[in-house]
């Protein structure tokens, strides 16, 4: 495939090209894809690089993208993304496609959420060892629930939680949920988490941010590349390897590889190896008993 400004700078700290995010999404399609597949997705395109401007695109209404899926009878006259195939992944990255965001359910049941995100969001003066804490003890009060849950690095500044879902709730069900996991967080230990986005709340402590859990919304995929200086990377962790990272964008492209090797190994388990086998679904139940203090 020919690859057009192919050696225009994406991010000037790194260096990073175009050609570079094509070639990585060619390289990690095999562990990207299963992550995109039958899901909506949204694109942030970055033009003139990440000094330009950045276009976020949910649907393609103009200039069709060569392989990719429209999924034009979820929201009338304007028809979403899907990227199902290699060959989409690699238009989508030839059309200045950085980041890739998924729904949190999938196309064939778009009002059915299949997973709860909670993004960990710390202050910057935060230590990376208070937000490695934050996410153990929000991994703690889900399990108290009987739920399991799973971690990624953003890529950006803190951790992705998630947790997978039988597709039967609402989204009004997934985002009442959310939000009472986020303020029984703030409201158990008030010094290290807020529920609230203000800078003055923010201050000092992990923002719990519930708020991607509602129809369109959406959740930087796993292995996404994403559209900040230095080029990080979304990567999918288990449990165990969390104290070693030492920040949300621990992989970036520079050092992706690395990961990808480790994956490779015949006998290391998949960080997420139980993910497709969990059935768990949230509840008005569940929510209640978050909202009155108890787990």
Same mark, same amino acid.
């Given at each position: ?6 050696? +225009?700078?994406?991010?000037? $700290? ?21 992550? #995109?597949?039958? &899901? ?13 401007? #950045?276009?976020?695109? +949910?649907?393609?209404? +103009? ?5 990719? @899926? ?7 006259? *304007?028809?979403?993304?899907? %990227?199902?195939? =290699? ?6 990255? /030839? ?6 965001? !998924? ?33 153990? =003890? !929000? ?8 739920? $399991?849950?799973?971690? /990624? @690095? ?36 008030? @010094? /290290?988490? @807020? ?15 519930? *708020?991607?859990?509602? &129809? ?24 165990? $390897? ?7 964008? *621990?992989?970036?492209?520079?050092? %992706?590889?690395?990961? =990808? ?12 190896? +139980?993910?497709?086998?969990?059935? /768990? ?15």
């Amino acid at each position: 495939m020919r690859i057009t400004s192919a050696r +225009r700078i994406i991010d000037v $700290e790194s260096g990073t090209r175009k050609l570079d995010v094509v070639r990585y999404y060619a390289r990690v399609a095999p562990w990207l894809l299963p992550h #995109l597949r039958d &899901r909506p997705v949204s694109l942030l395109r970055a033009p003139q690089g990440l000094g330009g401007e #950045l276009l976020f695109q +949910r649907h393609l209404t +103009r200039m069709p993208i060569p392989g990719v @899926t429209l999924h034009d009878e979820l929201e009338s006259g *304007h028809p979403l993304i899907g %990227i199902d195939s =290699l060959d989409a992944l690699i238009n989508v990255a /030839q059309m200045d496609g950085v980041e890739l965001h !998924t729904w949190n359910a999938r196309a064939a049941d778009v009002d059915a959420p299949d997973r709860v995100v909670l993004d960990l969001d710390p202050d910057p003066a935060l230590g990376w060892d208070r937000v490695i804490e934050a996410a153990e =003890l !929000t991994r703690a009060l889900l399990g108290d629930l009987g739920l $399991e849950a799973f971690c /990624q @690095t953003s890529g950006g500044k803190g951790l992705h939680i998630v947790v997978p879902l039988v597709p039967s709730a609402s989204w009004d069900d997934a985002k009442a949920f959310a939000r009472a996991v986020a303020q029984r967080l703030a409201s158990g230990w008030p @010094t /290290q988490f @807020t529920a609230t986005q203000s800078a003055e709340h923010h201050k000092k402590k992990v923002y719990v941010d519930y *708020h991607r859990n509602v &129809r369109g919304a959406g959740t930087a995929a796993a292995y996404s590349v994403r559209a900040r200086p230095g080029m990080g990377v979304c990567v999918p962790i288990a449990w165990d $390897e969390l104290a070693q990272t030492t920040g949300g964008a *621990h992989w970036t492209l520079a050092n %992706i590889d690395v990961r =990808l090797k480790q994956l490779n190994r015949p006998k290391r388990p998949a960080p997420w190896a +139980r993910y497709a086998q969990v059935r /768990q679904t949230v509840s008005s139940e569940l929510t209640l008993r978050l909202e009155e203090g108890g787990a």
